[in-house]
């Protein structure tokens, strides 16, 4: 049964996916258990199921799957880091993306995530990662604590170059991280904030989001606004405020949630969030000559649909022991993590059409009769 499971969660893969452990030397240097698909099962026992190395590397062995060390499984993991980002930007492509879009520049995408390591006892980090798009290179990954200076989300975690292009969520929206980038020659993207990040107009006045918004009321209206963004010291930077109305329908919901939270959390909701809640927010530093407004929601989307992917694998990426000190098997790590996401995604929107696993006729018809449980076992 664990067999045919394993089959159908093969299937999910791109068709290509042997041919690319060969091309990106997964398996090179391999004595034996070579075959790429004991690979990658023998490493979705550590990925997957959160084992650590020395427990994967166990369970293998227990299971005739592959005679290996710990020492060794993790050498395989670091030299699976590109087989593992291959096959992701081929299932991120699947779901219709603008990876292929000739006109998007190479942009960094930041984030972060809460990991708690298994046990009663076990310790909870922040990691701060960055993907390149569009060939979704993770080019950063940096392990903080959760308590204490310099350990939230913020630009300043992350090593920013000249001419880099970053896509962020709210948690980055400060002016002090804003400057930050720009110093360093990079431009970007970020998930407006309205009670974080004060603007003025190019003339010194103070911007205010929500008057200027309340004039956009039809569905889908777009429109952007050029302001400043001035620094701790007063240093000014030129940035495009952007607003797109959502669809009644996504609004309805939104609010929903915002007042089910504030409920929750005896808070008062204020009727400024409201009116924010209602449309898509951003702020860029990238010129018009650049990226035009469709451009950048377009652009941003990616990093969203990123984010979502990695929200659907919390329970995945919040179990399992971090590689914390060799990057290389770091990056490795998070690539398995996405990957995960991907497949946990497709899963889930192919499973109307899978059959129950089941062996043969008859066994299906015993489980139905008494009520057994589907086989939760790890691949």
């Not at 046990?119 to 701060?128: D, E, F, L, N, Y």
């Not at 310099?150 to 980055?172: A, C, K, M, P, W």
């Not at 991280?177 to 309205?194: D, K, S």
Request: glycine share 8%; net charge positive; charged share 25%.
């Amino acid at each position: 049964m664990v067999s045919n499971q394993w089959d159908e969660m093969l299937r999910l893969l791109p068709a290509n996916w042997q041919e690319l452990a060969v091309s990106t030397e997964a398996t090179k240097g391999l004595r034996q258990d070579k075959e790429p698909g004991v690979l990658l099962r023998t490493l979705l026992l550590h990925l997957g199921c959160g084992y650590s190395l020395r427990t994967a590397a166990a369970k293998a062995m227990e299971a005739d799957l592959a005679t290996v060390s710990a020492v060794a499984l993790h050498k395989r993991l670091k030299k699976c880091g590109r087989w593992l980002q291959e096959l992701c930007v081929a299932l991120f492509k699947e779901r219709g993306s603008v990876l292929d879009d000739a006109t998007m520049p190479a942009f960094r995408l930041f984030d972060a995530t809460l990991i708690k390591e298994p046990g009663a006892t076990g310790s909870q980090w922040r990691v701060h990662y960055s993907f390149k798009l569009p060939d979704l290179r993770c080019d950063y990954f940096k392990v903080t604590g959760v308590n204490g200076v310099g350990t939230g989300e913020s630009f300043r975690q992350f090593d920013v170059q000249r001419g880099d292009h970053i896509l962020g969520d709210r948690g980055y929206c400060t002016a002090a991280g804003i400057h930050y980038v720009h110093r360093q020659g990079a431009t970007v993207t970020v998930r407006v904030n309205t009670h974080s990040l004060p603007m003025e107009t190019p003339e010194g006045k103070e911007f205010k989001p929500i008057d200027a918004l309340r004039p956009l009321t039809q569905e889908g209206a777009v429109r952007e606004w050029s302001v400043v963004v001035r620094g701790p010291h007063g240093e000014p930077v030129a940035a495009r405020f952007i607003a797109k109305r959502k669809d009644e329908a996504t609004i309805r919901r939104s609010r929903q949630r915002l007042k089910r939270k504030a409920s929750k959390n005896q808070q008062r909701l204020q009727e400024e969030t409201l009116l924010a809640n209602d449309y898509i927010l951003l702020l860029t530093t990238l010129p018009a000559s650049i990226a035009t407004v469709e451009q950048v929601l377009e652009w941003y989307r990616v990093r969203w649909q990123i984010e979502l992917l990695f929200k659907r694998a919390k329970s995945l990426a919040g179990l399992g022991h971090l590689p914390k000190k060799d990057p290389t098997s770091a990056h490795a790590w998070i690539h398995g993590k996405l990957l995960l996401a991907l497949l946990t995604d497709k899963l889930a929107r192919y499973a109307g059409a899978l059959s129950p696993y089941r062996d043969d006729e008859d066994d299906a018809g015993a489980d139905a009769d008494t009520g057994a449980d589907a086989d939760t076992t790890c691949p």
